[in-house]
């Protein structure tokens, strides 16, 4: 691939599927932020919502809409992103990755997780787009190098986002738009964590006490803010956007890396 302007990297709080249909706070930044970036030459997402034993990339010319949830209006399963892939792309993370080896799959595609946020960042589905997948045997730390050894892919065009939420805790969902304390007191723990740079603390967020424990019960949706942060270069600015705790036990907070 040839290479381009370096890309920031981005972590996402994706929330519910309905903010890939509904126009709020969370859709209208996600679409701002869209406007705001370089144009990618493609995009590296990696999803809460794309588990494995063993890591994988998709690797098809043509993924398809996975509609990974249940219960929703009908208006959001009929939403295709017919964005393109990269063979190109999956073959080079394939390359780039040391610490383990990387499947180069055929069969997932684009779960909501990548779709919701890309379809408002960038609408025209036009930017070719591969998913990572979260291999789920492994520790925090290894997702974390993983990121690490990904981050050249920055300097060759390559826009990497990382899709989940800091606090994601289901079973503890309020309907309406409040907070719990505990959400808010770890959603602020590691928003310091972040801008003071101190990644270790976030890779063991299990130490991190009772609020870590309620905030993060599988670690799937938090994952993913580990490869972003991984990235990170010295001297490089941290921002947030979409930076709220709702539904009681969901932090949308994202941050942008540059």
Not at 21 to 35: L, Q
Request: glycine share 8%.
């Amino acid at each position: 691939m040839q290479i381009k302007e370096k890309m920031p990297a981005l972590f996402v709080g994706h929330g519910s599927p309905m903010n890939a249909i509904e126009d709020n706070e969370f859709s209208r930044a996600w679409a701002e932020v869209g406007k705001a970036l370089p144009k990618p030459q493609a995009v590296l997402c990696v999803s809460a919502h794309w588990e494995t034993a063993g890591t994988l990339v998709t690797a098809m010319e043509h993924p398809k809409t996975i509609h990974d949830f249940g219960g929703f209006p009908r208006e959001l399963y009929e939403m295709q992103y017919s964005a393109p892939g990269s063979p190109e792309l999956a073959r080079l993370i394939q390359g780039t990755v040391k610490k383990v080896q990387v499947g180069l799959d055929q069969d997932w595609g684009l779960d909501h997780g990548t779709w919701s946020v890309l379809g408002r960042m960038f609408p025209d589905a036009d930017i070719p787009v591969v998913q990572l997948s979260l291999d789920r045997t492994q520790e925090p730390a290894l997702h974390y190098a993983l990121g690490k050894e990904l981050r050249a892919l920055r300097n060759k065009g390559i826009l990497i986002v990382g899709s989940g939420n800091m606090v994601h805790n289901l079973r503890m969902m309020a309907w309406q738009d409040e907070a719990y304390d505990w959400a808010i007191e770890f959603d602020e723990t590691l928003k310091q964590l972040i801008l003071s740079g101190d990644h270790d603390s976030i890779i063991h967020y299990q130490d991190l006490g009772k609020a870590a424990r309620l905030a993060v019960p599988t670690n799937e949706h938090y994952l993913p803010l580990l490869y972003v942060l991984a990235m990170q270069d010295q001297q490089e600015r941290i921002r947030f956007f979409a930076d709220r705790v709702t539904f009681g036990a969901i932090s949308m907070r994202s941050l942008w890396i540059d």
